[in-house]
Structure formats: C-alpha cells, structure tokens
C-alpha cells in the first residue's frame, strides 16, 4: 500500500504543478485535495491525522497559492518519510534510519 502511496503523489504532483505554474493554484490545490482524500484510506496513526490537519489547515486559507502549497508540503513529506514497520515503532524518518541498520 506504501508504494501505492508514493506513486499517487507522484501522479497528483505530476499533475498540479504544472497546472500551479500555468497561474491556476486554485486548480492545483484542487488537484492536491482529491489526492490526500484519497490517501486517507492507505494511511494511519499519525501520518493519517497529518493529512486531516493539513486539509483543515489549507480549508481555512483564503489564497490558492496558500492552500496548494499547505497540501504539497504535506504531500513531500509523506513521500518523503516512509512509515515506520509499525505504528508503535514512531520516529519517522530517524526510526526508518534506525530499523535499516539493525
């Protein structure tokens, strides 16, 4: 389901930043949005409740600039940090470090 994951921010990247640097972030928040609501049902524990607060956060802004980069921000960061081999395990990024070279 991970690689699931970072493919679809791949794809949903792929697909905003393109329609950001065209001027619509309006639209490339929009492309942001449909990604992370589909990435709520792949994800859990704290990287789940990152994508909810981030979706609140970006909810509330009055800018599409704003509110597409509040979402790609998150959308790197999930991307970039792999889950931990189980939620109890927590650390992000420093515990995927600390699991690879046990």
Do not use: F
């Amino acid at each position: 389901a991970e690689r699931g994951v970072v493919e679809g921010i791949e794809r949903a990247i792929a697909r905003g930043a393109p329609t950001y640097n065209s001027g619509d972030h309006t639209g490339c928040y929009e492309i942001y949005v449909e990604c992370c609501q589909d990435l709520l049902g792949s994800l859990s524990g704290a990287r789940k409740q990152m994508v909810v607060a981030s979706l609140e956060r970006a909810a509330t802004m009055r800018s599409g600039t704003d509110q597409a980069w509040e979402l790609r921000r998150t959308l790197d960061a999930l991307a970039q940090d792999p889950p931990p081999a189980s939620e109890a395990v927590g650390g992000g990024a420093l515990g995927a470090v600390l699991l690879a070279e046990e």
